[in-house]
């Protein structure tokens, strides 16, 4: 077993590239007085459409090295991520690796609050080619809402989009409807759209541009936050081992100034990042 310090640290937060940042952004608001440690596999990113053994491979290189920087708890802020790789790091790596520390996902608290925002008993899903082809949704929201049906759609072409600083463009408002058109095409009945993706957010003038009047759209933030007070308010041993002065610390595989650069679209803040290697 590795020895891991049993120091107080920070929460870390984890995401293949720059959507956890929106991740980070809700859990702030809402917790703004703890430390956080973010940190973006942004060299090797994408993740949406890698295989599982891949992701699951360097997702666990990404917690553990946030366990060496000292966060006791780790969230992450990826759905491809907690799609393909939560359950193994929780039930197969943490166990060895150091049983007191634990590793949260992002999928789980949003299928838990679905049942309450739907009324007709229909829910989209628009996400990674990954986290579609995973089923991890579907999986999770039956567990919960057996009568809640749900179709999932890939948008393969949002990322790259946003990340090249075009969500404000002609050519992101037509692939946006036509992912919204498809979905809705699919079943007519969805009144609610979960964002499966943490970076489309930032495409929410567009997506409210293009869904049908009444359709709720859920984005991953402000629920992934409520869960994890909620989590705090029931495990008040982790609450203790999450450090309190209201920091943030950026880190990245890529090179720093290009992530301060994008981080930017996400935050609207500049923010000091420093390189990791986690290979």
């Known amino acids: 077993m590795t020895k891991y310090s049993k120091q107080p640290g920070p929460i870390g937060i984890f995401d293949s590239g720059y959507g956890g940042l929106t991740i980070l952004h809700g859990i702030r608001q809402l917790l703004p007085e703890y430390d956080y440690l973010y940190l973006g596999d942004n060299a090797r990113a994408p993740y949406g459409s890698r295989s599982f053994d891949v992701v699951y491979q360097f997702t666990r290189q990404?917690?553990?090295k946030l366990f060496d920087l000292g966060c006791q708890l780790v969230i992450l802020g990826c759905n491809t991520a907690s799609a393909k790789a939560l359950r193994t790091i929780q039930q197969n790596d943490?166990?060895?690796?150091?049983?007191d520390r634990r590793v949260l996902g992002v999928i789980r608290p949003t299928a838990e609050v679905i049942g309450k925002?739907?009324?007709?008993r229909h829910v989209g899903v628009l996400a990674t080619e990954g986290t579609i082809k995973s089923d991890s949704y579907n999986l999770e929201i039956q567990k919960l809402w057996e009568d809640v049906k749900v179709t999932g759609v890939p948008c393969p072409l949002w990322v790259p989009i946003i990340e090249n600083n075009e969500a404000d463009s002609p050519g992101a408002d037509y692939?946006?409807?036509k992912r919204i058109d498809h979905i809705m095409r699919l079943d007519p009945q969805i009144d609610t759209l979960i964002l499966g993706c943490t970076h489309y957010p930032i495409l929410m003038p567009k997506i409210l541009k293009h869904v049908p009047r009444g359709v709720r759209i859920v984005p991953q933030g402000e629920y992934v936050a409520e869960s994890l007070q909620d989590y705090f308010r029931r495990h008040p041993d982790m609450d203790a081992r999450c450090t309190k002065n209201a920091t943030v610390k950026y880190y990245t595989t890529e090179n720093p100034e290009k992530f301060k650069e994008t981080a930017r679209i996400f935050l609207h803040e500049q923010v000091?990042?420093?390189?990791v290697d986690l290979e």
């Open 117 to 120: 925002l739907t009324r007709s």
């Open 175 to 177: 692939f946006v409807k």
């Open 272 to 275: 000091n990042v420093e390189h």
């Open 94 to 99: 943490l166990p060895n690796l150091d049983p």
């Open 62 to 64: 990404a917690v553990m």
